[in-house]
């Protein structure tokens, strides 16, 4: 799988935009962009995916630059329920032998009320 | 519906000791994975299991084993308790063959003292 980077924190005032980058300058072609978040001492929840497309979901939006190499993910109305460990990861999408997620570092978004 | 269970929340070892943790999947998935996550090396994959074969492992040292049985339950395994054990186990269940993401369980506080 792809490597990711992400910016180790964030901050965001509540009620604003939430902008999350991540660069996967060595995406393939097959592998999706994934992101999940982790509040404290709570199991990873998904949040959403895409492979080159734009993505909305009722939680967030998910932003793909043309080329593949970074994405953006955006909470539009962060509230303080929205401060979580965000990991972004690329990964094959379709499972052939077997699969796993590798999680980087994240960026630990806080949002200030 | 129900989502992923893990059973016990927490769990008190001592040095030298096994311990069995437990992991029911959401009904209709087929693959199930663990990961270990600790302050020191953050969310790291053990193994994944898929019809009761497991089909992909991390590089963790094989006191720490786990099976799959035919109603897609899952149990890890760690014998030889060591301190450096004492983590957060989580457990994630897909439908594989798909890019849908994983759901993950609240997971297992394990404390090896």
């Known amino acids: 799988d792809a490597k990711t980077t992400q910016p180790p924190s964030m901050d965001c005032a509540e009620g604003r935009a939430a902008n999350l980058p991540c660069n996967h300058s060595?995406?393939?072609?097959?592998?999706?962009v994934y992101w999940y978040r982790q509040i404290h001492s709570q199991g990873p929840q998904y949040i959403i995916h895409g492979l080159k497309n734009n993505e909305t979901n009722e939680m967030a939006s998910l932003i793909i630059t043309e080329d593949r190499k970074s994405s953006t993910l955006i909470l539009p109305h962060a509230t303080l329920r929205d401060t979580a460990v965000y990991y972004c990861?690329?990964?094959?999408?379709?499972?052939?032998?077997?699969?796993?997620?590798?999680f980087g570092e994240g960026t630990q978004l806080t949002v200030n009320p | 519906k129900a989502g992923v269970t893990q059973t016990p929340r927490y769990l008190i070892k001592t040095r030298g000791q096994q311990v069995t943790l437990s992991c029911s999947p959401i009904s209709g998935h087929r693959s199930v994975s663990w990961y270990q996550q600790t302050p020191g090396q953050g969310l790291q994959f053990l193994f994944e299991?898929?019809?009761?074969?497991?089909?992909n492992k991390g590089n963790f040292p094989g006191r720490f084993s786990g099976r799959q049985f035919s109603n897609s339950r899952s149990e890890m395994n760690v014998s030889t308790l060591e301190l450096g054990d004492s983590a957060l186990y989580l457990c994630?269940?897909?439908?594989?063959?798909?890019?849908?993401?994983?759901?993950f369980g609240s997971g297992t506080r394990l404390t090896v003292v």
């Open positions: 060595t995406i393939s072609g097959n592998e999706y």
């Open positions: 994630a269940s897909s439908l594989s063959r798909s890019p849908n993401g994983y759901t």
């Open positions: 990861i690329v990964r094959v999408g379709r499972e052939t032998s077997g699969s796993r997620l590798t």
């Open positions: 299991y898929f019809s009761e074969t497991q089909r």
